[in-house]
């Protein structure tokens, strides 16, 4: 990837920050694991006091437990990431306890139920729920002792884990998505393959001819507001305000977007995964059920690990009728302020948020780093072509305050109403804004 990648990427993340967001264990496959054993890293040495060898003091014999959502090859990236903490930290035991299914739910009630596990995964939802209830551990203090600064990541990427000037957990990744596509499917259909000069219009008339002359799905999308938000983003819309405070989901932009997308499910040239028999759409690509669909750079082990033999290609996400567009996933780690070990989880936080771990995590596809300067590190041509989307002018990281979820679930819900015909567009997205528009209300 050339080198002005980076730099053009993190001005332009830097410039985000004021609309900030990240995203639903959504940017992440859905469903796809396939174990939910943990896994534990036992310490090699202790001290009486703390261990020697890490970069900050830790209590002595500390276990600590992580979890987060994740199919299995997330699980490995971060089974991967435990080891190498043992190898600077030995007198911590971390015991890796993925849930990979219903992970918001599961984790509230473990929260309140007072086991939650001492350091998590935190997505806009968890922040909303234990930032402001003082659940989560306000970490800028200890960052400080292990000379951890908020300078050392995107800065758009903070602001979900923010507030009142206070940092509760720091980004481990982002993402955004891509146009992914199989080549046997578009030899089959007897069309030429994507560009990153292609429109809505070249994507449309590519899914109907696919939808026409092959027995695969055309273009795969579910009723869900994040891949939707590159068509809304890309036809000049939003879902809010940047100040948060006024509801955008039935403006024109928004609408036109929708009347789009839902007019091509309409006549079949868009399927959703239910519709092919798959669990989401990138298990779709990967069944060769569909010829297209927006997917992000996960997309990359994913194939690896379980469709090895299958082609695939991805291109930059086509422009709108205001420009290119796509949209940036970010989530955060954070430490359980019951935690009985707060030096070993923030270590441990910090070494899995650090640019060394960072750097070997951008190695294996997964994510890319939340470190500047290791933007441009994106080997596979692939994964490269996703990271694109973080260039465009039009990009967004998808914060709408402290409200996120929910505004970000309306969104997904007025899209559903309109793919089961239950309501019209007009109707849909005006019920969307109003919900909306409460939430923001709320949050004030």
Not at 203 to 220: H, P, S
Not at 322 to 336: C, H, L
Request: with cysteine.
């Amino acid at each position: 990837m050339k080198k002005f990648f980076g730099t053009i990427v993190f001005m332009l993340l830097l410039g985000l920050i004021l609309t900030a967001c990240g995203g639903d264990g959504a940017a992440e496959p859905e469903d796809e694991s396939s174990s939910t054993d943990s896994t534990s890293t036992e310490s090699s040495e202790t001290t009486e006091d703390s261990d020697p060898d890490c970069f900050m003091n830790v209590e002595d014999g500390a276990t600590i437990i992580f979890s987060g959502w994740g199919d299995e090859s997330e699980q490995q990236v971060y089974r991967d990431s435990i080891e190498r903490f043992s190898e600077i930290c030995p007198a911590v035991t971390v015991d890796y306890q993925p849930i990979p299914a219903d992970y918001q739910t599961k984790l509230k009630a473990s929260m309140a139920g007072g086991t939650a596990p001492d350091v998590f995964y935190v997505d806009d939802q968890l922040m909303t729920a234990f930032g402001p209830t003082g659940q989560l551990l306000a970490l800028d203090d200890v960052m400080a002792e292990a000379g951890v600064s908020r300078d050392d990541f995107i800065p758009a990427l903070l602001s979900i884990f923010t507030q009142e000037g206070t940092t509760y957990a720091l980004p481990k990744d982002w993402g955004t998505l891509g146009l992914v596509y199989l080549p046997e499917v578009f030899a089959e259909a007897g069309i030429d393959e994507p560009t990153a000069d292609w429109t809505w219009g070249d994507l449309q008339a590519a899914a109907e001819a696919i939808r026409d002359n092959t027995d695969k799905g055309g273009f795969c999308q579910n009723a869900d507001w994040a891949r939707f938000a590159p068509w809304a983003f890309g036809n000049g819309g939003a879902y809010a305000s940047d100040d948060f405070s006024t509801a955008l989901a039935n403006s024109d932009e928004v609408k036109e977007a929708a009347e789009f997308v839902t007019g091509m499910y309409a006549d079949g040239s868009i399927v959703t995964s239910a519709d092919v028999g798959a669990g989401w759409c990138g298990e779709a690509i990967g069944k060769a059920l569909v010829g297209m669909t927006y997917e992000g750079g996960w997309m990359v082990n994913f194939m690896r690990n379980e469709y090895p033999d299958v082609e695939w290609v991805a291109v930059e996400l086509p422009a709108g009728p205001a420009g290119k567009a796509d949209i940036i996933f970010t989530n955060g780690i954070g430490v359980n302020a019951s935690t009985q070990y707060p030096q070993a989880a923030a270590a441990f936080t910090f070494f899995v948020t650090g640019a060394e771990n960072q750097g070997e995590i951008v190695k294996t596809g997964f994510a890319y780093s939340t470190h500047p300067e290791q933007i441009d590190d994106v080997v596979d041509p692939n994964d490269a072509a996703i990271a694109q989307g973080g260039t465009f002018e039009l990009t967004r990281v998808t914060n709408w305050g402290p409200n996120t979820g929910k505004v970000n679930d309306a969104i997904s819900q007025a899209l559903e109403r309109v793919y089961l015909n239950d309501q019209t567009v007009d109707e849909a997205f005006d019920q969307a804004n109003e919900e909306i528009q409460g939430f923001l209300d709320e949050a004030q």
